[in-house]
Each structure stands twice: as C-alpha cells, then as structure tokens.
C-alpha cells in the first residue's frame, strides 16, 4: 500500500514559478523545491532570481534562475525552451506574475493602462500555457496552478481592471482542464485573499482599511505569503491528482464575510 504522504513529493518534477524572486511566488517556490522538485524561478530581473536559485541550492534544493517579463513574447519562449534545455521536461506551471498599475474608478483609467494589464495578467498566462502545454502533453500529465484573486470573484472598490484580469484567469483555467484532462494535464486556479506582499504593500499599510478588513474576516486577519503555499503543493502533486477545474479561494473567509 503506498503512503498518501509519498504522494506529495515531487521528486523528478520540474516546476517553473513566475514572480517567484519575492512575495507569495516566492514561497510557493520555496515548497515545490523543499517537496523534491527542480524548480526554475523566473522574475525580470536576472540578478534577483540567481539570488533566490542560490539560497535554495545552498539548502540542499534544486533551482535555477531564468530571466524573463512574461509581457515579452521572446521571453516567454526564452523561459520555455531554456527549462527544457536545463531539465528536459516540464511537470508544474504556476502563473503567479501579474501587475495592478491602476487604482482607482474604472472610468478614470486610460486604454493604454488597460492594455498593458491585460497582457501582463491574461495573455501572458495563456501563451506561457500554451507553450508548456506540448511538453506536458509528451509526458502524459502535468499541472498548472494558475494564481487569480478573490476580487476576480468579489469585485472591490477601485480594483476595477485588476478584478477584471482575474475574473479571465479564472475562466482560463476552467477553459484549459475541459480541454487538456484528455491529455492528463490538470488546471486549476488559487485566489489568495488580502496577503502582506510588496504587491499589496498599498492596500495593508493603510491602518484604516486593514481595521476594516480584519474586522469583518472570520480569521481577523491578513495572511503571510507562505499561507499561500500549501494549497499549491497540493494541486501540483498527485495527492491532488483528481482535481482540476477548480477555484480555490485562501481569503481568511472573505467571501463569505459579507
């Protein structure tokens, strides 16, 4: 009988982890490596990711740093081929990169900031899928935990084109399990609730909405990004291996404060 434990580990996996230099990409690819896998991390700056694959290897784990702006479309192809030069494969796929330039009423933002959003947030995932998609396909399985938001569920107040990218990841998602399961590739999708990252620095150092915010949360509080870490693990291994299609929120009970 094999251990459900043993079917979390990773080993042999290759993972690629966008935005994984800092933040909750960083901890996600932090916990892939820590269960076995060879993880590629991939930031847009190169001095910033060789950082974080030389912690990890100085801890025993497996990594590499790949420079890459997932807005780029030479990039992207830059990130696919150069993993498969290094490892050969591709197993795990975390679109966890993504932008919010804009704050604020939706009449007030301009074309080009809507532009620029939406090829961070939604094209960038999608071609960076399509393009891993052949090589897991060769495998016979693979993962891909793509990274949205619960305001791509539960629009907020001046999160207007940000919630609108997220609500298209998840509806990504769902478009890449129907189509992909037959190919034994799974997808699903993790929206994180309010975490103490740089990318939200805005939002938590504002003491008046962090009071709100814990106020009306069941947990009574905002999240550390390693928090963020679990989940993935499991939607990446084969401890999740009947999943796929699904939206998981990690929001401290957001959604259902209301």
Not at 54 to 82: N, P, V, Y
Not at 154 to 159: S, V
Not at 173 to 183: D, L, P, S
Not at 198 to 225: C, H, N
Request: glycine content about 10%.
């Amino acid at each position: 009988m094999s251990s459900i434990k043993s079917k979390f580990n990773l080993t042999g996996k290759v993972a690629i982890v966008t935005g994984s230099s800092k933040g909750i990409g960083l901890s996600i690819a932090k916990g892939l490596a820590e269960n076995g896998a060879k993880v590629v991390i991939s930031s847009r700056k190169q001095a910033a990711v060789d950082a974080v694959a030389k912690e990890l290897k100085e801890a025993g784990m497996e990594a590499i740093g790949i420079e890459c702006h997932i807005g780029d479309a030479t990039q992207r192809e830059q990130l696919i081929a150069k993993t498969m030069e290094a490892y050969g494969r591709i197993d795990i796929l975390v679109n966890n990169a993504a932008i919010n330039p804009f704050y604020g009423p939706l009449e007030s933002a301009d074309e080009d900031v809507f532009d620029k959003i939406m090829n961070v947030n939604v094209k960038a995932p999608w071609i960076l899928s399509n393009l891993a998609q052949p090589h897991m396909k060769a495998n016979g399985s693979g993962s891909i935990i793509n990274i949205a938001s619960v305001e791509g569920i539960h629009p907020g107040f001046r999160l207007g084109l940000y919630s609108m990218t997220k609500s298209a990841v998840i509806m990504l998602t769902k478009n890449q399990a129907k189509e992909w399961g037959r190919y034994g590739i799974r997808s699903n999708v993790v929206c994180p609730g309010l975490i103490k990252t740089k990318f939200s620095e805005s939002l938590w150092s504002d003491e008046k909405l962090v009071e709100q915010y814990t106020s009306i949360v069941p947990l009574k509080r905002v999240a550390e990004p390693d928090e963020m870490a679990g989940i993935v693990m499991l939607l990446a291994s084969d401890a999740g291996s009947y999943m796929t299609g699904g939206v998981y929120t990690a929001d401290g009970g957001y959604l259902i404060s209301g």
